[in-house]
């Protein structure tokens, strides 16, 4: 959620409740997509703006149909690390009646979807540099379960950053 406070704290709401409502009834992560950003965007006087990442996940066919709404693009662990092709779409609140594009990629049982909040890669040092892609792929280098993941990632940045201050939220899903 773009901001801080009060404020940003009540548009995450209003989004996890619309998210709520529409992922039970409708299996398609664009019609959820759209249906949120239509109702953020008609409501948005603040211009505050949301990145969203929807998939649903075919656990017997391993199809997963996703769609991206400006955030930033998962990780897909195969037998490769690489990013997993997202068109990028505006993030919601942005523009109503947006046409968001879904999309879909076959995992097979072993893969994995690694999901994060820009904190992660924009995370700075003391000299203002970023973690970057590249520390998150060295991370992500040696499969392990996901909690490990996950802690040698919060490790990984923690040591990047050092004794610089913490300059954004910070949230990480691996499944």
């Not at 529409?22 to 997509?33: C, F, G, N, Q, R």
């Not at 594009?101 to 970023?130: I, K, P």
Request: charged share 20%; glycine share 6%; hydrophobic share 40%.
């Amino acid at each position: 959620v773009s901001g801080k406070g009060v404020p940003a704290s009540l548009v995450m709401a209003v989004t996890r409740t619309q998210y709520r409502t529409l992922a039970t009834p409708y299996d398609s992560p664009a019609h959820i997509v759209t249906s949120i950003n239509d109702g953020m965007s008609d409501m948005n006087e603040n211009n505050m703006f949301v990145t969203f990442f929807c998939g649903v996940l075919d656990l017997k066919t391993g199809l997963l149909q996703y769609c991206n709404a400006g955030h930033n693009a998962p990780y897909l662990l195969t037998d490769a690390i690489r990013e997993l092709d997202v068109k990028p779409n505006l993030p919601l609140g942005i523009m109503e009646n947006f046409a968001y594009e879904q999309q879909e990629v076959v995992m097979s049982y072993d893969d994995a979807l690694f999901l994060f909040t820009d904190g992660l890669n924009e995370a700075e040092n003391e000299t203002c540099e970023q973690f970057g892609d590249e520390n998150i792929r060295a991370v992500l280098h040696t499969r392990w379960d996901a909690e490990h993941h996950l802690k040698a990632m919060q490790k990984a940045v923690a040591d990047f950053r050092g004794n610089a201050e913490q300059n954004d939220d910070l949230t990480m899903l691996l499944d």
